[in-house]
């Protein structure tokens, strides 16, 4: 395939809004992929390159050659000039770098230039999302969706899901299965305002998990080699001594677990998830990232068995007689809304966020946020994405305050203002936000910075009410700053969905 239609794939991806005509243009993309094409095709079309690093900075990209006038390159040569760059290492390596880049870049129309840019610099906005791209590859295969979303989760890699798929069908998909070692994308949790709404959706009887104030993680451990990884599928492992030593004393050969990493003040109490937070960010494995200490309440593999399709009661006997009780979060079977209520109190009263309401039937959904897990806080929060900040006045002037926040349209792949808030900023949040929106900042009008739409933010509000200032047609009411969540990724942000059905209770 020319690297030239590929261009001018990503090109209409750009142009057209409706979901379905990107999906469109996206499969007859892949279709036209050669066997050998697949791997780098679909991780273009992904906005990324197939080499994870290529050495390639944004100085390099500063004085590039003149365009060819014709198209010369294919999708499998940019791949192999793109695979060579990447290895160059040692004396005279940036020399040859730039020496190689040039040479590709020359070869390169002007279409093709601006795509190889965005590829290298992994900034291509042209909205093929992951979640676009399974889409895409089902269509152009011929196979179910369910089947490359699962692949996908389990992977990890939409490389090889579009190879097995496009090259090997639905057999090849199902060959595709958890790794240990490998991290796939957790389950998790829809929202419910109080536990009866919970209960609606779980079934009674249900279990209640306390809902810990820490952070999302996931533990492999393959003989004595172990590794630990946040929601967002980064690894941890050397920032957490205190998890990998307790996972390391379970008598298994193989495991994969499911919890939250916290650490508890002197009170017995959950010290603040910022702090936490922050620990766990650190590159330091000093002792205070070692006081932070797993909470399991999840077993997906033991000792070469997968338990991901098992009903939850089974995961959690198996979990139960694998894990020490004092490493598995508070749970209780609850059998109707007052024996929940109960339990919720008891957990607010003890310094966690809430609960977590499990139908006990439910196997784990990879990376899904269905209704066999609802989470109930005791006030209503949204995980949104900020799209602009506006520079502050009076004793805010020279930050960057008021946010404007968008929930994301699982439709279009973008994300759809709810309003704006500067309530709950302390000085020190004023002063990082400052940083972190300049380097997002896509344009500055001198009021308003818009920015790419990647940080996410969790907002407390009072409710939800119908609104014709914004597209959505809804808008929070007193919303404020709870935290920022860098565990999260822009992609995993609340709906606007999800944001008028909480308006509509």
Do not use: C
Request: no cysteine.
């Amino acid at each position: 395939m020319r690297f030239l239609d590929l261009a001018a794939t990503s090109a209409s991806v750009s142009a057209v809004s409706g979901r379905k005509a990107k999906v469109e243009v996206l499969a007859e993309a892949l279709r036209r992929l050669d066997g050998g094409e697949i791997a780098a095709g679909s991780a273009y079309l992904a906005g990324e390159v197939r080499q994870r690093q290529t050495g390639v900075g944004y100085a390099a990209l500063r004085d590039l050659p003149e365009p060819a006038a014709e198209a010369s390159l294919s999708v499998a040569e940019v791949d192999a000039r793109i695979a060579e760059i990447s290895v160059v290492a040692g004396a005279g390596s940036q020399a040859r770098r730039r020496e190689l880049l040039g040479s590709l870049f020359s070869l390169a129309t002007g279409d093709e230039q601006r795509l190889l840019v965005g590829l290298f610099s992994g900034e291509l906005r042209q909205g093929a999302q992951a979640g676009l791209l399974a889409d895409a590859i089902a269509k152009a295969a011929g196979v179910s969706l369910v089947a490359v979303r699962r692949a996908l989760l389990l992977s990890g890699d939409l490389k090889q899901v579009a190879v097995a798929a496009l090259t090997g069908g639905a057999s090849a998909l199902s060959d595709i299965s958890l790794r240990v070692g490998t991290a796939l994308t957790p389950m998790l949790a829809a929202s419910a305002p109080d536990v009866a709404a919970a209960l609606l959706s779980t079934g009674a009887p249900a279990t209640a998990d306390v809902k810990l104030d820490g952070i999302r993680i996931q533990v492999h451990r393959s003989g004595d080699e172990i590794a630990v990884f946040t929601r967002s599928l980064d690894d941890i492992t050397a920032r957490l001594p205190g998890v990998v030593d307790a996972v390391r004393g379970l008598a298994v050969s193989d495991v994969v677990l499911d919890g939250e990493a916290m650490a508890l003040g002197p009170d017995g109490r959950p010290r603040p998830f910022q702090e936490i937070s922050s620990r766990a960010a650190t590159r330091s494995t000093s002792s205070t990232a070692a006081e932070l200490q797993p909470y399991f309440f999840d077993l997906l593999h033991l000792d070469g068995s997968d338990l991901l399709d098992e009903p939850g009661r089974v995961r959690w006997a198996a979990l139960a007689g694998t894990v020490p009780g004092e490493l598995i979060v508070g749970r209780r079977t609850v059998e109707n809304e007052e024996q929940a209520a109960e339990a919720f109190a008891e957990a607010v009263a003890a310094g966690q966020e809430g609960l977590v309401l499990k139908a006990p039937e439910a196997p784990y959904d990879v990376g899904r946020r269905g209704s066999a897990w609802v989470k109930v806080k005791p006030r209503h929060t949204l995980d949104l994405v900020v799209l602009a900040v506006e520079w502050g006045h009076g004793r805010r002037k020279g930050w960057l305050s008021n946010l404007h926040l968008g929930a994301r349209d699982p439709r279009t792949g973008g994300f759809v203002m709810l309003g704006k808030t500067f309530k709950g900023l302390t000085d020190e949040l004023l002063r990082w936000q400052t940083e972190r929106f300049r380097e997002l900042a896509v344009d500055d009008s001198g009021w308003v910075v818009t920015v790419r739409p990647e940080q996410v933010v969790e907002i407390a509000f009072d409710g939800v009410q119908t609104s014709p200032r914004y597209p959505g047609g809804v808008a929070l009411r007193f919303a404020r700053v709870l935290r920022y969540r860098d565990d999260k990724r822009a992609e995993e942000a609340d709906t606007i969905d999800m944001v008028k059905e909480l308006g509509a209770r």
